[in-house]
């Protein structure tokens, strides 16, 4: 490939909506281009990048066995309203009627129509198990598009749908799956952590994500150094304290707190640790008649340590609240604490509620709550002696550094990272929903077991920029890189010696399977290297008069500081070299 041939607009400085490193460089190194909101015109230089990505993912899913097939983007609503997810949904599922008034969506991801195409075609046991897998353009109609491609409204994405007989199969079909995502992203170059994920209503351990290690990342990732032990915040457990509550020491007393409604206020007055308080929570769950009108509400404590964040996640897990749950209004609240928020607390409620004790907090002694009148808090608090014990104890919380791990192998620590892939054990409820039966082999009708494996195509370019970039533009993993190799002759304008040289090193890689681009544009070498430092292609080789009458070329890796001499007799071989280790 010639540079003169292509299509190269670098630009020097970023849109000013630009937010994340991500979205800058992709926008200066000209490989999108914004046509609206969260939309995005992939230009040739983020076309090459999107390729190899895609290539990674087909040869993986190949070699795992699963099949490729490609289905509509615009899907009739029929199917979505079968599997109920055409009401659930909120407005992210973006739907549109066509000229006959009959209702279609614009597909964010393909369960249903996955799952009518096995209903029909795959209809005995010996047929499974199946994996079908499409790439495809997905779109959700997100509230406020940002971060170019890691956040936009239109997107490519890799989605796989496994069918089996039985629960048993299906968790080897899972495993895999979880085998060959890490070979894919073993591939791309970059450094990842497969977590455990939540499985929300279905249960069990068979969901992962896949981060990619970002200092910019959305997602806080949970891991102990000394073990394998990895989660996303939602799963990670925070064990119960060891050992027994310890004996209370203090009296309990009211004291006044004017103004403190925070645990950190009351802390800091009181000259005390923060983990000495304990914050209420108040949420509220609601039985609904028939017609889905709430005819009686029920009110919920939560109590969680002042230095501890409540997990929503890990608080639809607890009995009671595992059906739905809300947070209490400010009417419920001054029923049953006789105050406003602020200065809540377990002690002198006005009507009964349902407590629910953190494990950390279960296990203090002499801890400090509201006193349930504004402007007082109580210090001194204990178990048994100044309120019954809790109506159940759970895990509530976050995580934080220094936990222990639930492996029992170390402490945890926290890094950020940005979800790419993710893969899921769906049970049967799409089969369920749609009456998707195969006849087993007793001949009598079963449901699919199913498993569902998404990786972002276009979200994973800009999540390997977040992680692998610099003040100068993109540092791209060989793997993904628009090219692999750029030639950059200095005056091959003005020097046949320089063309030669050039065209033909570039012929010989190009023969011998090297992604090489000869950037014959004619720019001077200060706006050329800036070019590549900045569209980030990982390795350069300089050809001037100079070094040709010294027998020299230079090379230079994207991540090294300085160029490095190469016999120009050598240097094909040197790059195959480079390019192998």
């Known amino acids: 490939m010639r540079a003169s041939q292509f299509l190269i607009s670098t630009l020097k400085e970023a849109p000013a909506d630009a937010e994340v490193a991500s979205h800058r460089l992709m926008m200066r190194a000209g490989m999108i281009k914004k046509l609206g909101a969260g939309i995005y015109t992939y230009m040739p230089m983020g076309v090459r990048v999107i390729r190899k990505v895609e290539a990674i993912v087909r040869e993986e899913m190949n070699r795992a066995g699963a099949v490729e097939c490609s289905m509509p983007i615009v899907q009739p609503a029929e199917l979505w309203q079968e599997s109920g997810r055409f009401e659930k949904m909120g407005p992210e599922l973006l739907r549109i009627k066509d000229r006959h008034d009959r209702d279609f969506v614009i597909q964010p991801t393909s369960e249903e129509v996955v799952t009518d195409i096995a209903r029909q075609e795959l209809r005995s046991y010996k047929q ?27 997107f490519i994405m890799k989605d796989a749908y496994s069918f089996d007989r039985d629960a048993d199969s299906a968790k080897k079909s899972y495993q895999v799956m979880a085998a060959a995502y890490r070979r894919i992203f073993d591939r791309f170059g970059l450094r990842y ?24 990342g959305e997602d806080a990732i949970v891991y102990c150094p000394d073990s394998d032990y990895a989660a996303n915040m939602e799963k990670a457990e925070a064990l119960a304290p060891a050992g027994p509550r310890a004996a209370a020491t203090q009296p309990m007393h009211k004291v006044p707190t004017p103004g403190k409604s925070t645990c950190e206020d009351v802390a800091q007055l009181l000259n005390v640790p923060l983990n000495t308080t304990v914050k209420s929570l108040v949420l509220a769950t609601d039985t609904l008649d028939a017609q889905g009108t709430p005819v009686k509400s029920q009110v919920w404590l939560l109590l969680v340590r002042g230095d501890h964040d409540m997990n929503e996640i890990k608080v639809s897990k607890v009995p009671g609240l595992n059906e739905g749950f809300r947070f209490a209004t400010v009417p419920e609240i001054e029923a049953h604490f006789g105050t406003r928020p602020g200065y809540l607390g377990p002690i002198a409620l006005k009507q009964p509620v349902k407590i629910v004790a953190d494990r950390e907090v279960a296990a203090l002694a002499d801890w ?22 809790p109506d159940a104890v759970a ?37 369920k929903a749609m009456d998707a039966t195969f006849l087993d082999e007793d001949g009598k009708p079963k449901l ?43 005056g091959m304008d003005r020097s046949a010696d320089v063309k030669t040289a050039a065209e033909k090193l570039h012929d010989e890689l190009a023969a011998a399977g090297v992604d090489v681009l000869l950037d014959d544009r004619g720019e001077r070498p200060g706006a050329m290297f800036a070019d590549w430092e900045l569209i980030g292609v990982p390795h350069r080789v300089v050809i001037s008069d100079r070094g040709l009458k010294e027998g020299q070329l230079e090379y230079q890796h994207r991540r090294e500081p300085a160029a490095s001499k190469v016999p120009a007799s050598e240097i094909a071989a040197f790059l195959r070299g480079r390019l192998a280790a």
């Open 128 to 154: 499974l198990p199946k994996n079908l897998y499409q790439v495809q353009i997905k779109f959700r109609d997100e509230r406020r598009p940002r971060f170019g491609l890691m956040r936009g409204r239109e």
């Open 193 to 216: 952590r497969a977590v455990a994920a939540d499985s929300g209503a279905i249960g069990g351990d068979l969901s992962e994500e896949f981060q990619v290690i970002a200092a910019t």
């Open 368 to 389: 400090i709550c509201g006193a349930n009148e504004e402007g007082y808090h109580l210090t001194g608090v204990n178990w048994g002696r100044d309120l019954p014990e």
């Open 395 to 431: 895990d509530l919380r976050n995580v934080v550094e220094g936990d222990p791990s639930p492996d029992g192998k170390g402490k945890l620590a926290i890094e950020r990272g940005i979800e790419v892939g993710h893969i899921f054990y769906l049970g049967t409820k799409y089969s």
């Open 448 to 490: 699919f077991e199913m498993g569902c494996y998404g990786i972002g195509i276009t979200r994973l370019p800009a999540a390997a920029i977040e992680q692998n970039h610099d003040d100068k533009g993109i540092v791209w993993p060989d793997a993904i890189a628009p090219f692999t190799v750029v030639i950059c002759p200095i």
